[in-house]
């Protein structure tokens, strides 16, 4: 039997990005980042899995909340 992996776990609790400085948005980006990293090393062989498909959408959303944090730096 495959082993399940909760790709979810992987999705901080994200913060509320209008109420942080610089230094707090640029420390969320790298815990993004290191999340990235982490959730890269689990990906499955099987692109046509299930479990592939949840772990590209939690990709996907990491991806997309590092993508808004550096919008935010760049107003700045």
């Not at 999340?35 to 991806?63: F, G, N, V």
Request: charged content about 40%; proline content about 4%.
């Amino acid at each position: 039997m495959a082993k399940i992996i909760d790709f979810g776990a992987f999705l901080p609790q994200e913060p509320d990005l209008k109420e942080l400085d610089r230094d707090g948005l640029l420390a969320y980006l790298k815990l993004l980042k290191q999340r990235i990293a982490q959730l890269d090393e689990k990906e499955p062989r099987s692109m046509t899995s299930e479990a592939y498909e949840d772990w590209a959408q939690c990709h996907e959303e990491l991806e997309d909340m590092a993508d808004e944090v550096m919008e935010l730096l760049d107003e700045l």
